[in-house]
């Protein structure tokens, strides 16, 4: 590694190797997080179908350094090289919080959410719980935070972090070590450092149906309205894979290949959709047997469907790629 991060997560791990950075603080404080028992501080880009960059959706992928907010993301790792604070989520992990610094809320309401740098009566880590697992319990929550320039958090007073509510996801507290996933509320920029809610922005999870304003800020406290509506569905593009990758025949001979689509529709809102799974091939001498091959799939499911594919008796040796494809019947874009 470049500079390190070679280390098991979970606190269990004796030393750190630091590899090329050598004394820097800022690679010192990662490393001692993952020894403590954090994993990395990332970021969540995220696409709507047509690619544009959105704040939320159903096709994201995860920035793994992402959050230049957290000394476990990229915070720190630019000159002068000094580490931000962990974020409250982090330093949840690590017990840093007394219970009534970490308020999970579940009505609609105004709160008032303090600076994580120092130590305070009030509230450092606002949860609101996003999903939740099959037995009801929560599996991620919504962490919402305010910063203020304070020791190595040296921000400056125009910075965006220390002027609106820094929203992340991530599991409870107590939860298997992962990641925390930074939301860039300013998707027009590919940019995470601009991506806190500042004062009179609105960010909304449609799917969710989770609404947060930021409705002031000062050196003392952020004041973040949540409110909760009713759900809506958000349509996202199927996963498909197909096993196995490729196949040697012979000339008329079917070759079945299992494919799985899983819907990432957004639940509750959404209901079951019809996949069709069409195939494109670069000749007419090949084809698909069903072809649509259908399946019906609930938000969140998946399913196998085998397809048979089968060249004419008159194809030549050689190499024939070809493409599967699983679209929503009632949205096929």
Not at 28 to 44: D, F, K, M, Q, V
Not at 131 to 152: C, H
Not at 206 to 223: D, H, M, R, Y
Not at 263 to 274: F, K, L, Q
Request: charged share 10%; with cysteine.
């Amino acid at each position: 590694s470049g500079w390190g991060d070679i280390v098991p997560m979970a606190g269990n791990a004796p030393r750190s190797f630091i590899n090329g950075w050598g004394t820097n603080v800022a690679v010192i404080s990662h490393e001692l997080g993952h020894n403590l028992g954090t994993n990395h501080a990332s970021g969540y880009n995220c696409t709507d179908v047509t690619g544009a960059r959105v704040s939320l959706s159903g096709n994201c992928i995860v920035s793994e350094y992402g959050d230049p907010f957290d000394v476990m993301g990229s915070g720190g790792f630019q000159a002068p090289f000094i580490p931000s604070h962990m974020s409250n989520y982090h330093k949840g992990n690590l017990n840093w919080w007394a219970d009534y610094n970490t308020l999970v809320a579940t009505t609609s309401g105004t709160y008032t959410i303090a600076p994580i740098e120092q130590a305070s009566p009030g509230i450092s880590a606002l949860l609101i719980p996003r999903t939740y697992d099959f037995l009801g319990g929560v599996e991620k929550y919504y962490y919402l935070e305010y910063r203020q320039p304070f020791g190595t958090d040296a921000f400056l007073p125009s910075d965006p972090v220390v002027n609106g509510t820094t929203i992340r996801i991530a599991r409870p507290y107590n939860a298997v070590i992962d990641k925390s996933w930074l939301i860039d509320t300013v998707p027009a920029t590919t940019s995470f450092s601009d991506s806190p809610l500042l004062a009179g922005q609105t960010f909304t999870d449609l799917a969710k149906g989770i609404s947060f304003t930021t409705t002031g800020v000062s050196t003392a406290s952020a004041e973040v309205q949540v409110d909760f509506i009713p759900p809506v569905c958000v349509r996202a593009k199927p996963t498909i894979s197909v096993s196995p990758v490729g196949q040697w025949g012979f000339p008329g001979q079917p070759l079945t290949y299992n494919v799985k689509v899983t819907n990432n529709d957004s639940t509750p809102a959404c209901s079951a959709s019809v996949f069709d799974i069409t195939p494109t091939f670069s000749s007419s001498d090949w084809t698909q047997s069903p072809n649509p091959a259908s399946v019906n799939l609930s938000p969140g499911n998946y399913q196998n469907v085998s397809v048979t594919v089968t060249p004419s008796s008159v194809v030549l040796p050689g190499f024939y790629p070809f493409t599967l494809t699983a679209a929503n019947s009632a949205d096929p874009q």
